[in-house]
């Protein structure tokens, strides 16, 4: 089939994910699905809260004429003045309406964001272990990613990351909480990533972009501070989405925030409008646009979350595995007890368990756990995680 060589390539060596859910199907056929402990994606378990269903069932009963309609590419002017009352609540700066940008997810807006700043070959430094996504959604764009690995215990590391600024760097992505290894940023790291951001900007002679993508912001635990970045570095774009706090991933509803203190917004702003119509997203969904700006600040029940966690991470250090303790997000990024992590993910489908390894996140040696599943499903499968390390001794 005639696809480009390029996609052909991609599709070979990319997706983990995929081969463990094909995995999944295979043993779901095998076993009967309920012996199969699919902790491969992560796809948000939690239901909406119940302002939510209020909020549709208010829009299906009293429709406003038109609602179906296009809008203006960025959004209704009245969600996104919502949204930056909000963030200006939050963050203590002035945001205004022409900052917000709705958009298709988080994953569109990082497409959005990329399109608007790239030109071939500029570089986006991304911090390993990373989403995988994030080398496409810069690819998507001519750009090219420059992998920065984090230091002991998934922390971000400025120096590493100043040292791999170039004259090319156009932006560098951080994500906290963290997929897949849940770490949040504490903010004297993020105030030590300001400074190398400001001098490298002033070394190579353009503003370097900081694209902080938060969409797992409200899943944190333990009362764990989650720091905005806008007061840390001025030029700052913040892209997010409700598909995890709100639990409407298939919903497709996010946003882009400019900072205030980005000197030229404008253009910025205009461009991204500009890309988010012609990638072809148009405008983010119109129903939920309605819907989430009336929900901000609201979120799924993170206590279910946290006590999934705790479950799992006690279980997970009593069988013997080496995991970090993740701060927020729905995921565990343990050592694998063998050095080769695919050959481990294969030892626990044996155990009817799916996980994603390592190196699916450019960490070979690790595997990632998304715990977005029900009670149960942890219960029964922590038999398996202890005989799977069990077994690899
Ligand atoms: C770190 C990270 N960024 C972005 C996304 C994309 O999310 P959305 O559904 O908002 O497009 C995900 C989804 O899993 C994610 O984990």
């Known amino acids: 089939?005639?696809?480009?060589?390029?996609?052909?390539?991609?599709?070979?060596?990319?997706?983990?994910?995929?081969?463990?859910?094909?995995?999944?199907?295979?043993?779901?056929?095998?076993?009967?699905?309920?012996?199969?402990?699919?902790?491969?994606?992560?796809?948000?378990?939690?239901?909406?809260?119940?302002?939510?269903?209020?909020?549709?069932?208010?829009?299906?009963?009293?429709?406003?004429?038109?609602?179906?309609?296009?809008?203006?590419?960025?959004?209704y002017p009245e969600t996104r003045a919502a949204?930056?009352?909000?963030?200006?609540?939050?963050?203590?700066?002035?945001?205004?309406?022409?900052?917000?940008?709705?958009?298709?997810?988080?994953?569109?807006?990082?497409?959005?964001v990329f399109k608007t700043i790239l030109d071939p070959g500029d570089e986006v430094v991304v911090l390993s272990p990373?989403?995988?996504?994030?080398?496409?959604?810069?690819?998507?764009?001519?750009?090219?990613?420059?992998?920065?690995?984090?230091?002991?215990?998934?922390?971000?590391?400025?120096?590493?990351?100043?040292?791999?600024?170039?004259?090319?760097?156009?932006?560098?992505?951080?994500?906290?909480?963290?997929?897949?290894?849940?770490?949040?940023?504490?903010?004297?790291?993020?105030?030590?990533?300001?400074?190398?951001l400001v001098d490298a900007s002033r070394r190579i002679g353009h503003p370097i972009f900081l694209v902080s993508d938060e969409p797992y912001r409200r899943i944190?635990?333990?009362?764990?501070?989650?720091?905005?970045?806008?007061?840390?570095?001025?030029?700052?774009?913040?892209?997010?989405?409700?598909?995890?706090?709100?639990?409407?991933?298939?919903e497709r509803i996010g946003m882009i925030l400019a900072s205030p203190r980005i000197p030229d917004r404008k253009t910025l702003v205009t461009g991204m409008i500009f890309a988010n119509r012609t990638l072809g997203y148009v405008n983010a969904p119109a129903l939920m646009q309605r819907i989430v700006a009336r929900l901000q600040g609201e979120s799924i029940d993170v206590a279910a979350y946290q006590a999934k966690r705790d479950r799992l991470l006690g279980a997970l250090i009593e069988a013997g595995y080496d995991v970090v303790k993740p701060g927020g997000a729905f995921y565990l990024f343990p050592r694998s007890p063998i050095e080769d992590d695919v050959r481990f993910v294969r030892l626990l489908v044996e155990e009817g368990i799916l996980v994603v390894p390592g190196r699916g996140f450019g960490t070979p040696g690790y595997f990632r756990i998304s715990y977005a599943v029900a009670d149960d499903v942890i219960e029964r499968a922590i038999p398996g995680f202890r005989r799977g390390i069990e077994r690899a001794k």
């Open 83 to 112: 949204i930056a009352t909000y963030y200006a609540r939050e963050t203590g700066l002035s945001f205004a309406a022409d900052d917000v940008l709705m958009t298709c997810g988080a994953a569109g807006g990082l497409n959005v």
């Open 130 to 196: 990373y989403f995988v996504e994030y080398r496409f959604y810069v690819t998507n764009h001519g750009g090219r990613t420059v992998t920065v690995p984090t230091g002991p215990r998934f922390q971000l590391d400025a120096g590493r990351i100043a040292e791999a600024i170039g004259n090319r760097t156009k932006a560098v992505l951080v994500n906290s909480p963290n997929n897949p290894t849940g770490v949040v940023y504490p903010r004297a790291d993020l105030a030590e990533l300001g400074r190398v």
């Open 220 to 250: 944190a635990y333990d009362g764990i501070e989650v720091p905005y970045l806008f007061d840390l570095y001025p030029d700052t774009i913040l892209v997010t989405s409700h598909s995890k706090d709100l639990g409407l991933a298939g």
């Open 1 to 75: 089939m005639s696809i480009s060589k390029g996609l052909t390539e991609v599709l070979d060596a990319s997706s983990w994910i995929r081969r463990m859910f094909e995995e999944g199907e295979r043993l779901r056929a095998e076993r009967g699905a309920e012996n199969v402990f699919d902790f491969s994606l992560g796809n948000p378990i939690l239901e909406p809260p119940a302002r939510f269903r209020e909020e549709l069932r208010r829009l299906a009963n009293d429709p406003a004429p038109g609602m179906h309609r296009y809008m203006p590419n960025a959004g």
